[in-house]
C-alpha cells in the first residue's frame, strides 16, 4: 500500500494504536499529523516519524481542536485525503455509580470528538478521500463496569454507516474498526488497575492472546487506501481475535 501525496490526521496519534497507524501511513509515504494532548510525547512520535510528520496539540473534546488541525493539515501540506479518529478513553465503573465528570469524559472524547472531526475535515476533503473511525469489541458486546465506555463506541459503530450515507456524494468513504484487547499504554494502565484482566481478555477470544497495535493498524491502512478498498464503505470491522465468537461460544 503507498499513500504518496495524501495527507492525514490521526488524532490519539502520538501513543499506542493511533501511533501505528501514523508509522505505517508516514512509512508508505502519507503526510501526517498527530492530534494529542502532550505536547512531550507528540515531539517524540514526530521525531520517530521523519519529516513528513508534524503535530496540533489539543484535546478532541474541544470542537475548535478539530478546526486547528484541518487548518494545520491544508495549509501546510496542501489537502486533506485521509482522517483517522482514534483518541479515547476508558475510564471503567458501573454506570449508577461512575462520576458524572467521568461519563462527560468519555462521551466528550469518545463521541463528541470524533463528530467534530468529521464534521471539520469532510468540507476539506475531496473526491476519493477516506475515513477510520477506531471503535471497540465493547461497542458490540455489552460488559458490565464498561457500560457508558461501550455505549459511546456502539454509537460509534452506528454513525460510521451515517456517515458513510452521509458522506458518499463527496467522494469520501467512511469506515470503522472494532479492536478487542491491545497491548497499548491504555491497556498496560486497565491491567494493573484491573487485576486479571488480561487473563479474561486473552480467554474471551478464539486467537487466545492480546494484539499488539500493528495488527491493528494494518486493517486500518487497508480500509484507507483506495486501491484496494475503494468500493468498501458503511463497513465496521471486527479486529478482535473471534472475541465476539469467544465470548458466545
Ligand atoms: N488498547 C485496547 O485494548 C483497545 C481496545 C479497543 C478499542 N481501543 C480504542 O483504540 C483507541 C486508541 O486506544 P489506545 O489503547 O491506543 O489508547 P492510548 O494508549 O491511551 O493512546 C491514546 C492516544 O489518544 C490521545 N488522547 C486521549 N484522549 C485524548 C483527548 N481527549 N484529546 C486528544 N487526544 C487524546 C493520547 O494522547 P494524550 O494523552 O497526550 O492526549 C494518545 O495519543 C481508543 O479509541 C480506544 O477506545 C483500544
Redesign the pocket.
Known sequence: MRFDGKTAIV?????????AIAEGLAGAGARVVL????ED??KQAVDALGENASYVV????DDD?ARRAVAHAVDTYGSLDLLVS?????MPGAVAEQPLEQIDAMI???LR?PISFVRHAAPAMGDSSAVVI?????GRMPMAGQGI?GAT?AALNYLVPTWAMELAPKGIRVNGV??????????R?AISAIPGLDDITVRTNLIKR??N?SE?AHPVLTLLDNSVSGYVTGSVWDIDGGYQRGRTG
Open positions: 488524532t490519539g496519534g502520538s501513543e499506542g494504536i493511533g501511533f492530534v494529542a494532548r502532550r510525547v507528540l489539543g484535546d478532541v473534546l481542536t482514534n483518541a479515547g478513553t476508558l466528550g472524547t469518545n470528538g477506531v471503535s471497540s469489541a465493547t465506555y463506541k472494532c479492536p478487542g484487547g491491545t497491548y497499548t499504554p491504555a491497556l494502565a492480546i494484539a497495535p491493528i
